[in-house]
């Protein structure tokens, strides 16, 4: 196994509720609450869920956008504390967002935009006047024409423009990449070459990823490890073939019974397992297992009153959050 470069412990994040004129706190929307997993050097975790679990939140508290509640990001077993470790460590730990259209500053020339972190970053790196010939280097790693250097986003198609977000998520080097849905907005077939270029990318600079996505297919392609996230937690965690074909959790076997088949005859097969009711609010979440609400194999006196923990079922590396977990293979994909 190779060395741990990000290591998440216990990380919460929760954003208070406001109301009146003194605007004083009635509650918190917890959002991310207690999420600890750990990413092995040039290996990529895909983190999946429902809109709203909380899978944005956590990609930017691992990049220090916002800090966090309560809890660590360790980066190679160093917590960072002081604004020099932070800035540091942004030199290893980049970003690329979602939106290819509004990640990108519309008054700033592609070459600007790529060289920002290279010009923030210029006395630690030591770059002297080298900045423009490696702009121009990144931009024909990522496969787009050196020449268009002065050209602006709005001259690039989406799939382009998020090939820039690329670039300029690797101009310094990094260790890990954080990849928060960065397929989601794109055309199918320009979806494939993006997830291409990361995979090539990852072979040749060895990056680590943490690929935020709900779309279960790109994260089975891309991935050797899953996390299934529900309402701020960790439901399921462990290698993606084994999330995929043997899934544990009740959630988990639901997220995959909706995964559509190319194949007819296998589609027509497979169960679909249909959850009652809706996601209940992360300003308010039910006791005990929070999927209790929605689950068909809640028992009451030990689902709405008992925390299930994340712990290893089945294989070693195979991790679950649920009282009742249990193979259903006829929802595999």
Known sequence: MSEVVLEARDLKKYYPVKKGVLQRTIGHVKAVDKVSFELHAGETLGIVGESGCGKSTLGRLLVQLE???????????????????????????????????????????????????????????????TERARVQELLEQVGLNPEHINRYPHQFSGGQRQRIGIAR??????????????????????????????????RELGLAYVFIAHDLAVVRHISHRVAVM??????????????????????????????PV????????????VLSGDVPSPANPPTGCRFHTRCWKAKTGTCDVNVPVLE??????????????????????
């Open 312 to 333: 290893h079922k089945g294989k070693a590396d195979h991790m679950v959050a649920c009282h009742f977990a249990e193979e259903l293979t006829s929802v595999t994909a």
């Open 230 to 259: 529900y309402l701020g937690q960790i439901a399921e965690q462990g290698e993606a073939d084994q999330i995929y074909s043997h899934p544990m959790h009740p959630y988990t076997q639901a997220l995959m019974s909706a995964a």
């Open 67 to 129: 800090r966090p509640t309560e809890g660590k990001v360790l980066l190679e077993g160093r917590e960072l504390k002081t604004d020099q470790e932070l800035r540091e460590m942004r030199r290893d730990v980049q970003i690329v967002f979602q939106d290819p259209y509004t990640s990108l500053n519309p008054r700033m020339t592609v070459g600007d935009i790529i060289a920002e972190p290279l010009l923030i970053h210029k006395k630690d790196l030591g770059l002297k006047g």
């Open 262 to 273: 190319p194949d007819p005859v296998i589609q027509a097969q497979r169960e679909r397992i």
């Open 169 to 202: 998520g690797i101009a310094l080097n990094p260790k890990v990449l954080v990849c928060d849905e960065p397929v989601s907005a794109l055309d199918v077939s320009v979806q494939a070459q993006v997830v291409n270029l990361l995979e090539r990318l990852q």
